[in-house]
Nanobody
Framework: QVQLVESGGGLVEAGGSLRVSCAAS????????MGWYRQAPGKQRELVAG???????NYADSVKGRFTISRDNAKNTVYLQMNSLKPEDTAVYYC???????????????WGQGTQVTVSS
């Protein structure tokens, strides 16, 4: 059983910073791509940032220059550092990971439970 557990969300004023974390646990052979998505009320879930196992990154245009994704492979953890936050960044942030587990020859897609980020104006 694999679990992704997020932490670090909360309420912050516009212009402030937050860091969210996501730790994977369970029977894991390898974690490949990891990423952060977000979903605001009434909107579809969207990709915020992704990172490959080798450290390559990509970002949504709306967060480039403000958000930084990173990972610690020894801890099976991915981070999202969010700076210069805006009210439009308010959403539930979800962690995603492509994980290889014992007994399978393909990656499975896992999601965290989500953590609320609220930016006040």
């Amino acid at each position: 059983q694999v679990q992704l557990v997020e932490s670090g969300g909360g309420l912050v004023e516009a212009g402030g910073s937050l860091r969210v974390s996501c730790a994977a646990s369970g029977s894991i052979l390898r974690i490949n791509a990891m990423g952060w998505y977000r979903q605001a009320p009434g909107k579809q879930r969207e990709l915020v940032a992704g990172i490959t196992s080798g450290g390559g990154t990509n970002y949504a245009d709306s967060v480039k220059g403000r958000f930084t994704i990173s990972r610690d492979n020894a801890k099976n953890t991915v981070y999202l550092q969010m700076n210069s936050l805006k009210p439009e960044d308010t959403a539930v942030y979800y962690c995603n990971a492509h994980i290889r587990v014992p007994g399978k020859n393909y990656d499975s897609n896992y999601w965290g439970q989500g953590t609320q980020v609220t930016v006040s104006s």
